[in-house]
């Protein structure tokens, strides 16, 4: 009975790593792939209007969206669930 | 082979401090192997070869300790038992349940691979993780990649697998502003920072181990370079140690975020 318990308790706590680790890489995700996606666009329109300013405003803007995004949505405890 | 630590410090040679000569600094070109021999027009590397071996061995053992599996495991196939329950128990349930035990002989195969290959920075002779060269991490993201798409595409059908990119919850007009990102996230972020992340770690764990073999090597002298020299030996050990640790932190990783995406294909979790 013992072991029962510790294994499941062992399989509950390797449950919650696994979710750490996978929520805190895709937070990273979010945030590169805001500065790349707007950084992308930025540098699309830095191209057609033959400027180099709205590639960086692009990526601090899509930095910008994703720290937003990543607050709203595992910023208050218990939003990820 | 000029990534040897043994070849590496040959030009060194009776090369030490204070002799007048300067310190033979690791760099990129450690990562640059000769030919070792050809295979018709094929030319194999050193790194090919540990590649290759790596595969074997990983199918001989496995191979081996199920070749007449027993009730009651002995030997070499309770040992397998025990790295494949641990993939199960530590890895595979924790993101996919038991309706994830199918994918169990994929992660188990991955897992151990990767992980031979990162340990073969340490064992002598080797001396080298395959794994810092990006093109030996690029045919596993695939097989990853392609593997998540075809699932999710299975399981949700296309238009539902994009669907789960949109965020849900969020007000409409946000969307638009989310969207690119999701997508960059998913088409791009996602698959680069899996093997980038693998690369950039057997990578500077090789170069640190070969910065400290050779300045060991390096300030090996009987005068006040030996200080130098026990300080340096000292590092080899704790890198040695810290690489132990991350080569088995690196395979759990790939092997954990793997089944994360799968779980995330078989059914979107949010």
């Known amino acids: 009975m013992g072991t029962y318990r510790s294994r499941a308790a062992a399989e509950s706590s390797a449950e919650g790593g696994a979710k750490g680790i996978g929520v805190g890489w895709t937070v990273f995700s979010y945030l590169i792939a805001g500065m790349v996606a707007y950084g992308g666009i930025g540098w699309l329109v830095g191209r057609a209007v033959h400027a180099s300013w709205p590639f960086p405003v692009g990526m601090l803007v899509g930095l910008g969206i994703s720290l ?8 208050r405890q218990g939003a990820a669930e | 082979m000029t ?41 194999v590397t050193k790194p090919i070869l540990i590649a290759v071996l790596c595969a074997i061995s990983v199918i001989v053992f496995f191979g081996v300790a199920f070749w007449r599996p027993k009730m009651v495991p002995r030997g070499v196939q309770n040992l397998a038992e025990i790295g494949i329950l641990a993939v199960r128990d530590q890895i595979l349930r924790p993101s996919l349940g038991r309706r994830g035990d199918s994918y169990l002989p994929f992660l188990v195969s991955l897992f151990f691979y990767i992980w031979l290959m990162n340990l073969m920075e340490l064992i002598p002779f080797f001396q080298f993780p395959s794994m810092s060269r990006i093109g030996f991490v690029w045919p596993l993201v695939l097989m990853v990649y392609v593997l998540y798409w075809y699932l999710g595409i299975k399981n949700q059908g296309a238009w539902g697998y994009f669907k789960t990119m949109i965020p849900p919850g969020v007000p409409w007009f946000i969307l638009p502003i989310l969207i690119p990102v999701e997508f960059a996230r998913f088409f791009i972020v996602q698959p680069f920072t899996l093997g980038v992340r693998l690369f950039a770690n057997m990578f500077a764990g090789h170069l640190l181990l070969t910065i400290f073999y050779l300045a060991t090597w390096y300030m090996l002298s009987l005068s006040i370079g030996l200080l130098y020299f026990v300080g340096s030996a000292f590092m080899v050990v704790f890198v040695f140690l810290l690489e132990l640790l991350v080569d088995l932190l690196q395979a759990f990783i790939f092997t954990t975020l793997t089944a994360t995406y799968i779980a995330d294909s078989l059914e979107r979790a949010h």
């Open chain 1, 68 to 75: 937003g995004y990543i607050i709203y949505r595992y910023g």
């Open chain 2, 3 to 43: 990534g040897d630590v043994q070849v590496l410090a040959a030009p060194a040679g009776g090369c030490h401090i204070f002799s007048g000569c300067g310190y033979p600094a690791p760099g990129i070109q450690d990562f640059d192997f000769q030919t070792m021999f050809r295979i018709g027009d094929f030319h």
